[in-house]
């Protein structure tokens, strides 16, 4: 498969709970995220940006393309595409997440 233009990708905006990181997360998030987002590779469809999520008034998960938001609809359509389930594709990026984390907090 070959790459699509990057204003055509989908751009995952990943809000990760500083509790993933255990007791100390609040002081690990934002470095953390730092770790997550110099490791995560880009796929042919989609771009990845994980950030903390200090506010929980805001979603977990955002989509965007080309700077506009998405209705669930439309990032189930646009992953059915790539043939993928959008429930799996999350699960997907929260598995590499949860390796993420094992590196990281082995390395503190």
């Given amino acids: 498969m070959t790459d699509i233009p990057k204003e055509k ?5 990943f809000r990760l709970e500083p509790g993933c990181l255990g007791p100390k997360g609040i002081d690990l998030i934002e470095e953390f995220c730092d770790f997550a987002n110099y490791k995560i590779s880009e796929s042919p469809f989609a771009t ?9 008034a805001l979603p977990e998960w ?12 439309k990032v189930e359509s646009y992953l059915a595409i790539f043939s993928q389930v959008r429930s799996q594709f999350e699960e997907g990026l929260e ?3 949860t390796e993420y984390i094992e590196i990281y907090l082995n390395r503190q």
């Fill in 95 to 97: 598995e590499q997440v």
């Fill in 48 to 56: 990845y940006l994980f950030v903390p999520r200090f506010d929980k």
């Fill in 62 to 73: 955002e989509y965007k393309i080309n700077a506009r938001n998405l209705s669930n609809e």
């Fill in 9 to 13: 990708k989908l751009n995952v905006l």
